[in-house]
């Protein structure tokens, strides 16, 4: 349902009920803000938990990311809030249930996050954020 292995293998792999549905809590919350265009929430998660949200996954297999490119059109605040999930290191090559990555369904959608997504994947292994081979599409 969840996946909560960002979140423990930046508390050393705690098993602690209390701390997992907290962090469970918490990135519904994220997710929710996302899908909302709320980015000074996006920027309260994501600094409160030190960036360690911004790669959880919701019921649907779904991290933030995925969430926000998913909207064909973004406003102005969507788009500050992807800029705070990618500076708080969401993953661009984590894949959805079916195989792809948030390029992919920008590029499904022919929308405009895929330009944004492209910039951001050339500049991150320009500055060696991401692997030059990583898997991005």
Same mark, same amino acid.
């Given at each position: ?8 293998? $930046?508390?050393? =792999? =705690?098993n602690?009920q209390?701390?997992r ?22 920027? %309260? ?9 911004t790669? %959880? ?46 390029? $992919?369904?920008?590029k499904?959608? %022919? ?9 951001h994947?050339?500049?991150?292994t320009?500055?060696?954020?991401? $692997? ?6």
């Amino acid at each position: 349902m969840f996946n909560f292995t960002t979140c423990y293998a $930046a508390r050393g =792999s =705690s098993n602690n009920q209390e701390t997992r549905v907290k962090y469970e809590f918490e990135a519904t919350k994220l997710h929710d803000s996302v899908q909302a265009g709320d980015w000074k929430q996006v920027l %309260a998660y994501a600094k409160q938990y030190k960036g360690k949200v911004t790669n %959880a996954r919701n019921a649907e297999g779904l991290t933030p990311l995925h969430v926000l490119v998913s909207k064909p059109e973004p406003s102005g605040n969507e788009l500050t809030a992807a800029d705070v999930l990618l500076e708080f290191e969401a993953d661009l090559t984590a894949k959805t249930p079916n195989g792809l990555t948030a390029l $992919a369904i920008a590029k499904e959608q %022919a929308s405009f996050w895929v330009p944004f997504l492209e910039w951001h994947i050339k500049y991150f292994t320009e500055v060696g954020k991401l $692997a030059k081979d990583a898997v991005v599409e």
